[in-house]
């Protein structure tokens, strides 16, 4: 059987976009998994780290997120952490078909790790991972909800991006990581 790394690199569902040669899924010790949109092309290609550059900093999503997980007592190297789309994209009209295309080998990973909850990092995860179409992402946010993935059900919460450059993906997301720590682990 070929493993979850193979089949990403060997996958041409979306064409011949560039993918993750390695380090697909970032490893944790938490009983959550964050997931976002798709790998950046200044992320984790070069450093093999999610949210870090080449020269071990974190860049700016990396430090809002940290900040968050530090209201919580976690850090990043603490999470479970993947992309839903696999593929490089730098046209982001891509983004929604290629989640929907990699939405098997992400299924694979996550029933591959002991994560209850699922955290997604804004629209076209959670569009994917809900199969449906978000019109008011708002709607969304902070919501939980109960679903199932391949063999396993899990508690699915959207969250705000976390990107600096979101005016919501720091103080929007504070009350739902206080949810988290103070209830769901």
Known sequence: MENIQDKIINCNLCGELPKLTENSLQYGITNFI??????????????????YNTSGKLQATGRVLEKLLNNIG????????????????????????????????????????????????????????????????????GKEFDITLGNRKYKLIPIYHPSPLNPKGYKENLPIFDRIKNNLI
């Open 74 to 141: 976690l850090s990043i190297s603490d999470i479970y952490f993947t992309e839903c789309c696999k593929c490089i994209i730098s046209d982001r009209g891509r983004l929604e078909k290629c989640s929907k295309n990699c939405m098997p080998i992400l299924i694979e990973q996550l029933n591959e790790i002991p994560c209850e909850i699922i955290l997604t990092m804004g629209v076209c995860p959670t569009q994917a991972i809900l199969q449906t179409k978000i019109k008011k992402f708002a709607d969304y946010v």
């Open 34 to 51: 964050i997931i976002g949109e798709s790998p950046a092309k200044d992320g984790w290609i070069d450093s093999k780290r999610a949210f």
